[in-house]
């Protein structure tokens, strides 16, 4: 179950919103298929074990991270594959926190002549599907806070430059996650300086929906993000933002939803349920610094996806990666812990979680 567990974590950062899966096929003693769930829509961990394992795994032992699921969703189900393998006993971590699924594969297993056992390793692979149970649970998405940086924490010269501190590389990993998310948000002063259209480039997938935390409705009628938009653009606005401006953006094709305000623009926390309300599951914020400062200061960050870039500015020559938190104790921080640490071209992407 450890190798499991050590597998599933591969799968940290790519899977999203689906939980992370590492399995194992045992036979005699042996190893004799590996796999984790590596990407959405792609095979399950269960699935490139026993591929892997081939032959070997009838009689064998399935050792799984998580409950096989029982369901058809964007793969067949796993319980099915496992039954027509000849696997004659299926280890399991932790059980499947979706009440629709929770249980269902024992008795499916067992009624197939497969024995089971349960709660191995409980807890380290409960860890592994904390995001998963929470966008179940929660009522709000899931938030990954997206940046790119240089070695000494800046995201942009002090005249706004910042094409490109990453490589293409690293950008081509930034589409990658666009695709696995169901929205993309920035602030308004994002689209007035870069007139990003927000879609996916470079990879195949569908591109996310457009959102603008835009308090005062500043977003030009004509900008990409609206013109260029797959999915009609949301715009998030104070309540008593000019009503003329909002007709124009909806006659343009943008959902403008007026939100409670605040001292720094829009209520992140009702952004968020809203978003949850329209289906939204996973949301990847790839504002400025104080728009990544409002939502790590609303405590609404799951997921840290940094890519930092070997370079260099200086003290006094850059904007910092995240600007609202005013600090004076170490004590004081927001503690992360890394999950998935590796090198893409000359670039290092870092994925974590806040603690």
Same mark, same amino acid.
Request: with cysteine.
């Given at each position: 179950?450890?190798? #499991?567990?050590?597998?599933?974590r591969q799968?940290?950062?790519?899977?999203? =919103?689906?939980? #992370?899966?590492?399995?194992?096929?045992?036979? @005699?003693?042996?190893?004799?298929?590996?796999?984790?769930?590596s990407s959405?829509?792609?095979p399950?961990? $269960?699935?490139v074990?026993?591929? @892997?394992?081939g *032959?070997?795994?009838?009689? %064998?032992?399935l050792?799984?991270?998580?409950?096989?699921?029982?369901?058809t969703?964007?793969t067949?189900? #796993?319980t099915?594959a496992?039954?027509?393998s000849?696997i004659?006993?299926?280890?399991?971590?932790a059980l499947?926190?979706?009440?629709?699924?929770?249980? +269902?594969?024992?008795p499916?297993?067992?009624?197939?002549g497969?024995g089971?056992?349960?709660g191995?390793l409980?807890? &380290?692979s409960?860890?592994?599907?904390?995001?998963?149970?929470?966008g179940?649970q929660?009522?709000?998405p899931i938030?990954?806070?997206?940046?790119?940086?240089?070695?000494?924490?800046k995201?942009?010269?002090?005249?706004g430059?910042s094409?490109w501190?990453?490589?293409?590389?690293?950008? !081509?990993?930034v589409?990658e996650?666009?695709?696995?998310?169901?929205?993309?948000?920035?602030?308004?002063?994002t689209?007035?300086a870069?007139?990003p259209?927000?879609?996916? +480039?470079h990879? *195949?997938?569908?591109?996310?929906? =457009?959102? !603008?935390l835009?308090?005062?409705?500043?977003?030009?009628?004509?900008?990409?993000?609206?013109?260029a938009?797959?999915?009609?653009?949301l715009?998030y606005?104070r309540?008593d933002?000019e009503?003329e401006?909002a007709?124009? /953006?909806?006659?343009?094709?943008?959902?403008v939803?007026p939100?409670?305000?605040?001292?720094?623009g829009?209520?992140?926390? %009702?952004?968020?349920?809203?978003l949850?309300?329209?289906?939204?599951?996973r949301?990847?914020? $790839?504002?400025?610094?104080?728009?990544?400062g409002?939502?790590?200061?609303?405590?609404?960050v799951d997921?840290?996806?940094?890519?930092?870039?070997p370079?260099?500015?200086? &003290?006094?020559?850059?904007?910092a990666?995240?600007v609202?938190?005013?600090? $004076?104790l170490?004590?004081?921080t927001?503690?992360c $812990?890394w999950?998935?640490v590796?090198?893409i071209g000359?670039?290092i992407? /870092?994925?974590?979680?806040?603690?």
């Amino acid at each position: 179950m450890g190798e #499991c567990i050590r597998l599933a974590r591969q799968g940290v950062g790519f899977v999203e =919103p689906n939980p #992370c899966v590492g399995a194992v096929v045992v036979q @005699e003693g042996g190893i004799v298929g590996r796999g984790f769930h590596s990407s959405l829509g792609g095979p399950h961990a $269960e699935v490139v074990a026993l591929l @892997e394992a081939g *032959e070997a795994s009838f009689g %064998a032992d399935l050792y799984v991270s998580l409950e096989p699921c029982s369901t058809t969703g964007r793969t067949p189900p #796993c319980t099915q594959a496992i039954m027509d393998s000849g696997i004659k006993k299926v280890v399991i971590g932790a059980l499947d926190p979706n009440p629709k699924h929770a249980g +269902r594969a024992i008795p499916l297993l067992e009624s197939a002549g497969i024995g089971v056992v349960t709660g191995v390793l409980a807890e &380290d692979s409960q860890r592994l599907i904390e995001n998963f149970a929470l966008g179940l649970q929660s009522t709000r998405p899931i938030v990954v806070a997206k940046w790119a940086s240089t070695l000494d924490g800046k995201i942009a010269t002090r005249t706004g430059d910042s094409r490109w501190i990453t490589n293409k590389p690293a950008r !081509i990993a930034v589409h990658e996650e666009r695709a696995r998310c169901d929205a993309i948000l920035v602030g308004v002063s994002t689209v007035l300086a870069d007139n990003p259209a927000l879609t996916v +480039r470079h990879v *195949e997938g569908a591109s996310p929906r =457009p959102v !603008i935390l835009d308090s005062t409705l500043r977003t030009p009628e004509d900008a990409l993000v609206v013109t260029a938009a797959q999915q009609a653009p949301l715009i998030y606005c104070r309540n008593d933002a000019e009503a003329e401006r909002a007709k124009r /953006l909806e006659a343009h094709g943008a959902v403008v939803v007026p939100c409670p305000p605040q001292e720094t623009g829009v209520d992140v926390h %009702a952004v968020l349920t809203d978003l949850k309300s329209r289906g939204i599951g996973r949301v990847l914020i $790839e504002g400025g610094p104080r728009v990544l400062g409002s939502f790590f200061a609303a405590k609404s960050v799951d997921l840290i996806l940094a890519f930092v870039a070997p370079k260099i500015l200086g &003290d006094g020559s850059g904007m910092a990666a995240i600007v609202g938190r005013d600090v $004076e104790l170490i004590a004081d921080t927001i503690d992360c $812990e890394w999950l998935h640490v590796d090198q893409i071209g000359p670039d290092i992407r /870092l994925i974590g979680r806040c603690l």
